[in-house]
């Protein structure tokens, strides 16, 4: 079997080539399809950006809105699904529910899961993109007990996203073009990371042929840890336990040096970066405008600030290459729009898709790919003489 190299967390094993996503952790560099993370998050809308990722260069304007309208086709949901979700507990975390309802999009649609097909691939992709907002929506909606807004196709991705999340039965809502646009944004940063712990999960799930959708499941479940997407939910949790538990951000932060009871500040450090995460830098800037925005001046920004202040001028934090990462300010951006923290991961799920779908065909159509299978280094019992269970 020979011999075998010991990489946990695969912190030095490429598991694949990838013409994606590029980014330089050193030096804060990421870049989609060789496109510059801010130049894209100023001027691109998220299908957009789903294109660039999914097709490798950016769409000419009669391929967006062929994409626009193919998606608004996908948007509702088929008959029985809104049953299928009423039957999981209204309270249950969001993230299980979002898997639960990713997966079972196979089951709704056994004629689209063969990943040969590319027509069947194409379809599966505009129905992921689609239906993943229409379910985001509708787990706002179940979660504070209001019925789901059907989808309107003469409405942006976005827009319609957030009107069927926060407008009545009628449809009477619209939100402010400068939320829409944040929203859109965010959507963006989080498009796609190369190889993070949920695209692996998704290439690791495909690589064995599974279908995009049961992929897909897998990496909404990967997103839903702590270390990773959960971050984003993590952070506020931390934020309003300073705040009432009196807390100052100095003596939470000598917690988290001591490390005691194995307390991290959430929303810092990265795998891969080791300088400020170009996203949160875009993040931070925004959560300015959009607090300032809706006159929604929070206790918690100014938290998150001092910790921030303190982790960029102190040596822990400073020797161990720890800077805010994508998830440190989004949730004070989401909570501003109405969200509450267990609907931040699944808007990180709905951002991510694009990528989780890109990095999948990506992999489907690479001849080198070969099923996921790592090895192991053994460090269990020799052999061993079997004892009957009279006998121990
Ligand atoms: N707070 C305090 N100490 C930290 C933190 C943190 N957030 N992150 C890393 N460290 C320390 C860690 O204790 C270790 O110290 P030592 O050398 O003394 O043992 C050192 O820094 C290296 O950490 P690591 O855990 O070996 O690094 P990693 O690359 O395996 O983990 C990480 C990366 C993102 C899981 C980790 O930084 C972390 O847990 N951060 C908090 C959770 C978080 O914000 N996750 C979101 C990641 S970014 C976007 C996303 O995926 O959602």
């Known amino acids: 079997t020979g011999l075998v190299t010991l990489d946990p967390g695969f912190t030095n094993t490429a598991s694949c080539e990838s013409a994606i996503t590029y980014i330089d952790g050193d030096q804060g560099i990421l870049r989609y399809r060789g496109y510059p993370i801010d130049q894209v998050a100023e001027g691109a809308t998220f299908l957009e950006v789903a294109a660039l990722l999914i097709d490798g260069e950016l769409p000419g304007t009669e391929a967006l809105e062929a994409l626009e309208k193919r998606v608004a086709e996908h948007a509702p949901l088929p008959g029985g699904f809104e049953a299928?979700?009423?039957?999981?507990?209204?309270?249950?975390?969001?993230?299980?529910?979002?898997?639960?309802?990713?997966?079972?999009?196979?089951?709704?649609?056994?004629?689209?899961?063969d990943p040969r097909d590319p027509e069947q691939v194409d379809t599966a992709t505009a129905m992921l993109l689609a239906k993943t907002s229409t379910i985001t929506s509708a787990l706002h909606r179940r979660r504070t007990g209001q019925a789901l807004v059907a989808p309107d196709a003469s409405q942006g991705f976005v827009a319609d996203f957030l009107r069927r999340t926060f407008g009545s039965e009628g449809g009477e809502y619209a939100a402010e073009p400068a939320i829409v646009d944040a929203l859109e944004k965010l959507l963006i940063l989080h498009a796609d990371h190369e190889q993070n712990c949920s695209t692996s999960t998704v290439r690791v799930v495909g690589s064995s042929n599974a279908n995009l959708f049961a992929s897909v499941a897998a990496g909404v479940n990967a997103l839903s840890g702590p270390a990773h997407g959960g971050a984003n939910e993590a952070v506020l949790v931390m934020l309003e336990k300073i705040r009432s538990g009196g807390e100052t951000v100095?003596?939470?932060?000598?917690?988290?040096?001591?490390?005691?009871?194995?307390?991290?500040?959430?929303?810092?450090?990265?795998?891969?970066?080791?300088?400020?995460?170009?996203?949160?830098?875009?993040?931070?800037?925004?959560?300015?405008?959009?607090?300032?925005?809706?006159?929604?001046?929070?206790?918690?920004?100014?938290?998150?600030?001092?910790?921030?202040?303190?982790?960029?001028?102190?040596?822990?934090?400073?020797?161990?290459?720890?800077?805010?990462?994508?998830?440190?300010?989004t949730g004070l951006i989401y909570k501003a729009m109405g969200f509450e923290p267990a609907m931040f991961t699944p808007l990180f799920a709905l951002g991510r898709m694009p990528g989780w779908i890109a990095q999948w065909r990506e992999m489907v159509n690479d001849p080198s790919t070969k099923i996921g299978r790592p090895r192991q280094v053994y460090t269990g019992a020799t052999e061993r003489r079997f004892v009957p269970i009279t006998q121990r």
């Open 84 to 113: 299928f979700l009423a039957a999981l507990p209204a309270q249950a975390h969001p993230m299980a529910t979002l898997a639960a309802a990713v997966n079972a999009l196979a089951a709704w649609y056994p004629e689209v899961v």
């Open 250 to 329: 100095e003596t939470f932060m000598n917690k988290v040096k001591n490390k005691e009871d194995g307390v991290r500040l959430m929303g810092f450090g990265h795998r891969v970066y080791k300088a400020y995460d170009p996203r949160a830098a875009i993040v931070k800037k925004s959560a300015d405008e959009v607090l300032e925005k809706l006159g929604a001046k929070d206790e918690l920004l100014e938290i998150a600030q001092g910790l921030e202040q303190i982790a960029l001028s102190d040596e822990y934090f400073v020797s161990r290459n720890l800077y805010p990462n994508v998830d440190f300010y």
